[in-house]
């Protein structure tokens, strides 16, 4: 097994109730939140209730914990290649917010190679995604240094026509 790891932050002026507002629409018809075309949208059979079960193309995962408007964790299913969990968390720092996803897992089989050169990547890129989305919404800019590549992209739609 190997440990993996990727953590993202985004600070922008904005309050955590109007971000947390935002977080209780994923994985819903009102997602505002999970929004790239790097992978499919999430599902959750039961929304963020603990116990429901869903995920994102082949990445499959349950909800853990869920504190309304503040954070949400999910735990994946080890089937996956991952055993750990990946978290969303919203704090207030002043007059700004803080979004943090925080991903921290075991990696085992065919995921030990893909990590790196693929997965790493291609979460990032996610990520990086979705917290431009909410700082876009809130401030009408986002400040990400760069976006993600376009053949990052490109990779990501041959792999979703595979329902990777």
Do not use: C
């Amino acid at each position: 097994m190997t440990r993996v790891t990727d953590v993202h932050v985004r600070t922008f002026v904005e309050k955590a109730s109007a971000v947390g507002r935002r977080l209780e629409t994923l994985a819903s018809e009102q997602d505002d939140w999970w929004v790239t075309d790097l992978t499919p949208p999430m599902i959750l059979d039961q929304g963020l209730r603990p116990g429901s079960r869903g995920g994102h193309g082949s990445v499959r995962y349950s909800v853990l914990e869920h504190n309304p408007g503040q954070s949400v964790v999910f735990g994946f299913d080890p089937s996956i290649g991952l055993d750990g969990t990946h978290r969303f968390i919203v704090t207030q720092e002043g007059d700004r917010v803080s979004v943090r996803h925080e991903l921290d897992a075991e990696a085992s089989g065919v995921m030990r190679v893909l990590w790196r050169p693929l997965v790493l990547p291609m979460h990032s890129g996610v990520i990086e995604d979705i917290f431009d989305r909410l700082e876009r919404a809130s401030t009408g800019t986002a400040h990400r240094q760069r976006s993600t590549s376009a053949s990052l992209r490109w990779i990501a739609r041959r792999m979703a026509s595979f329902g990777l």
